[in-house]
């Protein structure tokens, strides 16, 4: 079975510093997809960026970056100029990938509270 | 283009009653994933279903939790005899084929008194 571990319950960091919360994950399987979700106090789930295992190429949306490496199956997400509005928990999500239709279902960590300190 | 919308928002249910959670998926979204979050705890998966097709309840308990997605009208969560540790956030994600993206509703904060 696969899991997804985050080891930082809690993160803090200033208003426009950079910050890093950690992600590992266990799986057997060779081709798979990799996100982070964000869950603000209103509890929506928030995609904030996706990684194929197949891409090499670490995948970027804006103040979010990620360094996936697969060796190690580690997968952490970089924010850079931290906001006031990125204070929320964040979940690093596992899901393998599927030659069918539609997706299978994700497989999550326990999240990390990030908190934003103006 | 409406997202993925969870009826109801907030559900008081006591001890041995039904609790019955609603999923519309997005438009043109045919898989539907049911998830629970406990308190201070990430979501953890319960069932996939697709129009009339359970394809996936490995995460579903194996008695008292039914869902379905009927050919028509939304995808169903049934609770019957609710306990205490039942109370917990119940969240509904959409896929459509072959996307690799799921959405996910507002989710239904369930509590049993």
């Known amino acids: 079975a696969q899991t997804v571990t985050q080891s930082q319950p809690e993160m803090s960091v200033q208003e426009a510093e950079t910050v890093t919360l950690s992600c590992t994950y266990d799986?057997?399987?060779?081709?798979?997809?990799l996100f982070w979700y964000k869950q603000p106090p209103s509890r929506q789930m928030i995609l904030v960026i996706r990684?194929?295992?197949?891409?090499?190429q670490n995948a970027t949306e804006n103040r979010f970056s990620v360094n996936f490496q697969k060796a190690a199956k580690s997968f952490s997400l970089k924010i850079s100029d931290s906001q006031l509005g990125d204070a929320a928990m964040y979940f690093c999500?596992?899901?393998?990938?599927?030659?069918?239709?539609?997706?299978?279902?994700?497989?999550f960590g326990k999240g990390t509270h990030l908190i934003i300190q103006p | 283009n409406a997202g993925v919308m969870q009826n109801p928002r907030h559900l008081v249910r006591r001890r041995g009653q039904e609790a019955r959670l609603r999923c519309s998926p997005m438009?043109?979204?045919?898989?539907v994933y049911w998830y629970r979050q406990l308190p201070e705890e990430g979501l953890k998966f319960m069932v996939y279903?697709?129009?009339?097709?359970?394809?996936?309840e490995s995460g579903m308990p194996k008695e008292r939790f039914s869902a379905e997605f009927p050919k028509e009208g939304p995808s169903i969560l049934r609770i019957q005899q609710v306990v205490r540790g039942d109370s917990a956030a119940y969240f509904c994600?959409?896929?459509?084929?072959?996307?690799?993206?799921?959405?996910f509703g507002q989710g239904t904060r369930l509590t049993v008194v």
């Open positions: 994600a959409s896929s459509g084929q072959k996307n690799t993206e799921a959405f």
């Open positions: 990684q194929e295992a197949y891409k090499q």
């Open positions: 999500a596992y899901r393998r990938a599927y030659s069918g239709g539609g997706a299978d279902g994700l497989t």
């Open positions: 799986t057997s399987e060779s081709d798979y997809y």
């Open positions: 438009k043109g979204h045919s898989h």
């Open positions: 279903l697709q129009k009339e097709n359970i394809i996936d």
